[in-house]
């Protein structure tokens, strides 16, 4: 495990490590002037929220560059921004859930099962009460393809962060064409800044 240098690093894991539960930063902010709004009743079951704010990952790129108020937060597992990629510009990749170590099988869906990061709320409240998350109040949370960030979204919810959260609906890798391959959509296809290289600090809980 890397030693933590970054005083924004530092003050986030002892949050974590004291059980101190960080309140977000102030009011939830007004919903984002899109042009191309998604529409929640377009949208399978899986990628539905309770906030009801959609975006894609196309239109998420020219957010990110206008709008200082804005992270966008990467919820895959560590290993997926390691050997699939990332965005650039992601804030942190603080994961919602990890692949089961038991390797439990899915036969219906033909994949290994997920199980929750039991620390995601407490990582998220820590990076929001952080010196990296300074003026934030808006956060883009993204997947693979829109469905696990939908879940990360109902888990703050619950939680009461007092943040806006949109999903970000097709993810980095995007949906699936008739040939069952990733290249339909997603940050990866719109052709935006993307690397495998991670960056120290990426995940905040573990440096």
């Not at 919903?31 to 959609?54: F, H, I, M, Q």
């Not at 239109?59 to 997926?80: F, H, K, M, Q, Y």
């Not at 990076?127 to 998350?133: E, I, R």
């Not at 009461?160 to 949109?166: A, E, I, M, N």
Request: with cysteine; hydrophobic share 45%.
């Amino acid at each position: 495990m890397t030693t933590l240098s970054h005083p924004c690093r530092r003050s986030a894991m002892a949050l974590l490590i004291a059980g101190i539960s960080a309140a977000p930063l102030g009011l939830a902010a007004a919903p984002l002037d899109l042009v191309a709004p998604v529409a929640g009743d377009s949208l399978p079951e899986s990628k539905r929220t309770a906030p009801g704010l959609y975006i894609t990952a196309a239109e998420a790129g020219a957010v990110l560059e206008r709008n200082a108020n804005v992270a966008l937060i990467d919820v895959r597992t560590p290993s997926e921004t390691m050997l699939i990629g990332y965005p650039t510009p992601a804030a942190a990749n603080i994961p919602s859930k990890f692949v089961d170590p038991e390797l439990g099988f899915n036969a219906k869906k033909g994949v290994y099962k997920m199980i929750d990061n039991p620390a995601f709320v407490d990582e998220m409240k820590a990076w929001l009460a952080s010196d990296a998350a300074q003026g934030i109040d808006t956060l883009l949370v993204m997947c693979r393809s829109g469905s696990r960030s939908a879940d990360a979204i109902g888990r703050l919810v619950d939680a009461g962060l007092d943040v806006t959260l949109y999903n970000v609906v097709d993810g980095f890798e995007g949906d699936k064409n008739d040939d069952g391959v990733r290249a339909v959509n997603g940050w990866r296809n719109a052709g935006l800044p993307w690397t495998y290289k991670v960056r120290e600090g990426l995940w905040p809980g573990h440096n």
